[in-house]
């Protein structure tokens, strides 16, 4: 039985900082990519950050460069994304997805560079609150 079960979402002030954790059963974690994708309301679900099988290669949509890193222990089959310099608008449900089909890479929407969502495995998701 497949299991990814985020944590570590909660209320902060602008300017403050949130790790978030995603621990992952069930999957090869080690051969699989993985990713950060978030929802705010009456907006489209939006990949924030993804990361190969290895942690060598990561990809990061624009709003969250230079604020945002994510990265994996494979060896505790767990994701992390740290944030810092939150914003009000970064305000969202923040869900881990794990790639299906054993693939292994980050993929991008031609012409918009955002992150494909096509990720066959989903966290229930935790809620990130930035008040301003």
């Known amino acids: 039985q497949v299991q990814v079960v985020e944590s570590g979402g909660g209320l902060v002030q602008a300017g403050e900082s949130l790790r978030l954790s995603c621990t992952v059963s069930?999957?090869?974690?080690?051969?699989?990519?993985m990713a950060w994708f978030r929802q705010a309301p009456g907006k489209e679900r939006q990949g924030v950050s993804c990361?190969?099988?290895?942690?060598?290669?990561?990809y990061y949509t624009d709003s969250v460069k230079g604020r945002f890193t994510i990265s994996r222990d494979n060896a505790k089959n767990t994701l992390y994304l740290q944030m810092d310099s939150l914003k009000p608008e970064d305000t969202a449900m923040y869900y881990c997805a794990a790639a299906a089909a054993a693939r292994r890479y980050c993929t991008a929407v031609a012409g918009t560079g955002e992150l494909k969502d096509d990720f066959g495995y989903w966290g229930q998701g935790t809620q990130v609150n930035v008040s301003s």
């Open positions: 069930g999957l090869p974690f080690d051969g699989l990519a």
């Open positions: 990361i190969s099988y290895s942690g060598k290669s990561t």
